[in-house]
């Protein structure tokens, strides 16, 4: 199974960027779907970004469309979430997942269709 560490959370102020970083280890991603999810106080967990495993299709929730970009590297193993014109309303901790059972060309969104987890970087997002 694939361990996933994200990194590059942290605190910025409406209208910055944040650049996650997800690495993982154990296995290689390069046949893996890969995901990024949030999940605010209080609320569900909610799909953010996902990306197919050659990074040929991407797919985005409504409200990152236009300010979030997922990518991947496959040679270093490790996914990317850029995020930009960040709001309050973005904040949240941030999930990377990795789905081992979907093929190739299709980037699925609910959650229970990753198999593997992060424990998750802070994004705070301050008015």
């Known amino acids: 199974q694939v361990q996933l560490v994200e990194s590059g959370g942290g605190l910025v102020q409406a209208g910055g960027s944040l650049r996650l970083s997800c690495a993982a280890s154990?296995?290689?991603?390069?046949?893996?779907?890969m995901g990024w999810f949030r999940q605010a106080p209080g609320k569900e967990r909610e799909f953010v970004a996902g990306i197919s495993w050659r990074g040929g299709r991407t797919n985005y929730a409504d409200s990152a469309k236009g300010r979030f970009t997922i990518s991947r590297d496959n040679a270093k193993n490790t996914v990317y979430l850029q995020m930009n014109s960040l709001k309050p309303e973005d904040t949240a901790v941030y999930y990377c997942?990795?789905?081992w059972g979907t093929g190739p060309f299709l980037v699925p969104i609910r959650v229970n269709d990753f198999d593997s987890w992060g424990q998750g970087t802070q994004v705070t997002v301050s008015s």
């Open positions: 997942a990795a789905d």
């Open positions: 154990g296995r290689s991603i390069s046949n893996y779907v």
